[in-house]
């Protein structure tokens, strides 16, 4: 009987894990956890008034399969993050709740990105009135 040599190979893995932010960043690319993008994706509904069937529909998706990244079961992959976000009028940083480099950057980023996603679910005549809300701030904060 022949003796049988089996080699292992062994290799090692420097790995850095961080928490920035809430976020957790391993070797330097940010993790996102999928539960934000569930709750995005629902908040996104909500903000265009319309329900998960519609926006798979809009996304071209087969509704099963939406509702399990509404549900955060499943992670789509890059390409259709892409499609979900263009089709829901946002941006795939919104839905995955990434933040900018400045935090006071990120904020206001985060809040203009919050308020032009509003903007799509109003009607011309809503959003008039939302500007003329901001210029009379703006104006009354140079009155001061």
Partial sequence: MNPTFQFLKLQFVVITL????????INGEQIVPMD???K????RAEQLGISNAEAARRVGLDERRYAHYVA??????????????????????????????????????????????????????????????????VAAKGRR
């Fill in 72 to 137: 955060g079961r499943r992670e789509p992959d890059l390409a259709i993050l892409v499609r979900i976000a263009l089709s829901l009028g946002t941006t795939p940083n919104w839905l995955l709740g990434v933040a900018g480099h400045a935090d006071g950057v990120a904020e206001t980023t985060d809040l203009l990105e919050r308020f032009a996603n509003a903007a799509n679910g109003m009607t011309l005549e809503e959003l008039q009135l939302c500007i003329i809300l901001a210029e009379a701030i």
């Fill in 18 to 25: 961080h928490i920035v932010r809430g976020q957790i960043v």
């Fill in 40 to 43: 995005r994706l629902r908040e």
């Fill in 36 to 38: 934000i993008l569930s």
